[in-house]
């Protein structure tokens, strides 16, 4: 298991990249995370390499860990970039699959209604409230 519980873990892809373009896109979207209020986000790479490892870790590659903070915006606000960085790849055969505590979200292949309504109902089971 990548993380600990209560973190986000997303795995990505995009049809036809290979380990170096799946690696730059990750290492794009967690700059992209780290401007929200989560607390890190982690390379699975970098959580799962031996010391002193060097290369892409296929098992890993496209994988990051988000840390969130106690707040709930978070939530809303990683998904939200995570969802804007789906749209910006239309036609490159992007996927992203989100987990917390066991659920599962995927947005790959939804309408934008359709992600509307997944990540309301998946940030309301992950309300503290």
């Given at each position: 298991?990548?993380?600990?519980?209560?973190?986000?873990?997303?795995?990505?892809?995009?049809?036809?990249?290979d380990p170096e373009r799946l690696d730059t896109l990750t290492r794009q979207l967690r700059t992209r995370l780290?401007?929200?209020?989560?607390?890190?986000?982690?390379?699975?790479?970098?959580?799962?390499?031996?010391?002193?490892?060097?290369?892409?870790?296929?098992?890993?590659?496209?994988?990051?860990?988000?840390?969130?903070?106690?707040?709930?915006?978070?939530?809303?606000?990683?998904?939200?970039v995570i969802r804007m960085w789906l749209s910006q790849g239309q036609g490159e055969g992007r996927e992203v699959?989100?987990?917390?505590?066991?659920?599962?979200?995927?947005?790959?292949?939804?309408?934008?209604?359709?992600?509307?309504?997944?990540?309301?109902?998946?940030?309301?089971?992950?309300?503290?409230?």
């Open positions: 298991m990548l993380g600990m519980p209560g973190d986000l873990v997303l795995f990505l892809s995009e049809r036809d990249a780290l401007g929200t209020d989560v607390v890190d986000v982690r390379l699975a790479s970098e959580l799962a390499a031996p010391a002193g490892s060097r290369g892409v870790d296929l098992a890993t590659a496209g994988a990051l860990v988000i840390t969130l903070a106690e707040a709930l915006p978070s939530l809303g606000q990683a998904v939200q699959r989100i987990e917390l505590d066991g659920d599962v979200l995927e947005l790959s292949h939804a309408t934008e209604q359709q992600q509307d309504d997944l990540v309301q109902i998946f940030i309301q089971k992950h309300s503290p409230n």
